[in-house]
């Protein structure tokens, strides 16, 4: 598979099934399986493909995505192998997020940006003079400064 970040699942002739959990960032994907039998038929997702070549890049919703990969023999047998690309399957949700030194005017949530798993919640009204981590946040003497808060 293709994508953020790549995973390798080696299927084995009597499992059917697997399950890959891919992170919320993974929008796409592309998979590559090789057949043990040089002259057997492949077809990944409903496609033709080379053995050892990718699969068209297919896109990811939020949840499972079915893909299927079948083999057929040289003589007809068919196994049809599934693969569950389940993305954003185990991702955090809060259902709650508060400035821990709230005032009024402090604008919190002004601004907001995301990136993986880290969520940053900026308050640009918000005047404590703390500097870095874990500063003075009873301090309001540098007003309008304004403050970031990372949630993780």
């Not at 992170?23 to 043990?36: G, H, K, N």
């Not at 053995?51 to 040289?74: H, K, M, Q, Y």
């Not at 995301?114 to 003497?141: M, P, R, Y």
Request: aromatic share 6%; proline share 5%; net charge negative.
């Amino acid at each position: 598979m293709s994508g953020v970040p790549s995973s390798v699942v080696e299927l084995e002739p009597d499992v059917f099934e697997y399950v890959v959990d891919l992170p919320l960032l993974q929008q796409s994907a592309t998979v590559t399986a090789t057949v043990a039998t040089p002259a057997s038929a492949l077809t990944i997702d409903g496609a033709p493909v080379q053995s050892g070549a990718p699969s068209a890049s297919r896109s990811l919703n939020l949840g499972e995505n079915i893909i299927d990969i079948v083999v057929t023999n040289p003589v007809g047998e068919r196994r049809t192998y599934r693969l569950t690309l389940r993305r954003a399957h185990q991702i955090a949700q809060y259902s709650y997020g508060k400035a821990s030194n709230t005032g009024a005017g402090d604008s919190f949530g002004w601004s907001v940006a995301l990136s993986g798993d880290t969520l940053a919640v900026g308050a640009h009204g918000e005047g404590s003079a703390a500097t870095g981590v874990n500063g003075n946040q009873a301090d309001d003497s540098a007003g309008g400064s304004g403050a970031v808060y990372i949630f993780h």
